[in-house]
């Protein structure tokens, strides 16, 4: 690799869904000497989009095979030649899923985030850049500031707080810190995409779609790329030592949601109202799996006739995220830092652009 001003970055976690959208600006806009993706999934089999896949064609990025609960192999993912180092590590790689145990989210990401902050400590990175989640903050309909109560209301969350707290105690790590508020976009499969999948599987029963509670409950959100956007500048921009949210304008909620979902699929929605979602609450977890084997059995006939024999969506709602907890943050303070957010409204062009992405693959049946 020749000399230049142009850094050598590492994106751990990087054919993850926030991951590829990044590789894909950090290639696209020549941002880069050297891109260095490192990820347990290799590009072939994480349904990545022709657009995303072909970034591994360009000689300067480079895709590594690693586990990253294994600090030996995290040893290897930061070694390079000649003497050289990454100025910027971007740190995805945790566990998304919800519904997990507490053990397993202290693995796959308190305990794989310090080992991974840790060697990019050791090896001198200019910038550690990680993405933690605006879930930590105690939920309200006032949008929380980072300097906001925390009060983490998924178990996911609470380890994420506890992980930021672990890696502002590693000596000599440049941190920065992203709370992203509900990420949604190109690739996103657990963010507005089980949502969206519920509004598919009722224009195929021809029903009226209705979530449990109110359509002011506070979903904020903010599209990937602003997400991506925003992590580069944490690493070009922003203090070590810095924190900040990420959310756009749009206040997200469930029904300015579902207002988007009726147009794009010519669906009737709602709520089922105070009495009854209050009355949810005695047997939550029942209610939960009922709603979620309404939607299983249909959305399988629909993916069964398109010929989609797999597929990583599912309208699958964790208990954890359909309760009646607001996310509602205020994502301005990055702002006065220079940056702007591209997207500061959820549109029905950008959840028809994230659906196209998916029908592309054949993971997504067409409507």
């Avoid at 990680?130 to 925390?150: C, H, I």
């Avoid at 002011?216 to 949210?245: F, P």
């Avoid at 409204?345 to 998916?358: A, C, F, K, P, S």
Wanted: aromatic fraction near 8%; charge should be neutral; charged fraction near 20%.
């Amino acid at each position: 690799m020749a000399a230049t001003t142009k850094p050598n970055v590492i994106v751990l976690g990087g054919t993850g869904f926030i991951g590829r959208n990044l590789v894909h600006m950090l290639v696209t806009q020549d941002l880069c000497n050297y891109i260095r993706v490192v990820d347990k999934v290799f590009p072939q089999t994480a349904c990545l989009s022709a657009a995303h896949a072909s970034v591994y064609e360009r000689p300067n990025c480079q895709f590594k095979q690693g586990n990253l609960t294994s600090a030996a192999s995290i040893a290897t993912c930061f070694a390079l030649e000649g003497g050289q180092k990454f100025q910027y590590a971007f740190n995805c790689a945790a566990e998304t899923k919800y519904g997990q145990e507490e053990a397993i989210y202290m693995e796959k990401t308190h305990d794989l985030c310090v080992k991974v902050a840790t060697e990019a400590a050791k090896h001198g990175v200019t910038k550690f850049v990680q993405l933690s989640t605006a879930q930590v903050y105690e939920p309200g309909k006032k949008a929380s500031k980072e300097n906001g109560k925390t009060g983490p209301w998924t178990v996911l969350a609470k380890v994420h707080l506890k992980t930021e707290e672990s890696l502002r105690g590693i000596a000599g790590l440049p941190l920065v810190i992203l709370r992203p508020s509900t990420v949604y976009g190109p690739g996103d499969i657990a963010g507005l995409e089980p949502r969206i999948i519920c509004a598919a599987v009722y224009k195929h029963l021809e029903e009226k779609m209705k979530f449990l509670w109110g359509g002011d409950l506070k979903i904020n959100t903010v599209h990937v790329t602003d997400c991506c956007r925003a992590m580069w500048h944490a690493a070009t921009i922003l203090s070590s030592g810095s924190l900040y949210n990420l959310s756009d304008k749009h206040d997200t909620d469930q029904e300015k949601l579902n207002n988007l979902l009726e147009t794009i699929f010519g669906i009737k929605t709602g709520f089922v109202g105070s009495i009854m979602s209050n009355m949810a609450k005695v047997n939550f977890k029942g209610v939960t799996e009922d709603v979620n084997d309404k939607h299983l059995k249909p959305w399988s006939e629909l993916c069964k006739r398109a010929g989609i024999v797999n597929t990583p969506l599912t309208p699958y709602l964790d208990q954890e995220i359909l309760y009646n907890t607001n996310l509602s943050v205020d994502g301005s303070a990055i702002e006065a830092t220079d940056f702007k957010y591209m997207h500061p409204h959820v549109t029905v062009e950008l959840i028809r652009e994230q659906i196209d992405y998916h029908i592309a693959q054949k993971l997504f049946p067409p409507f």
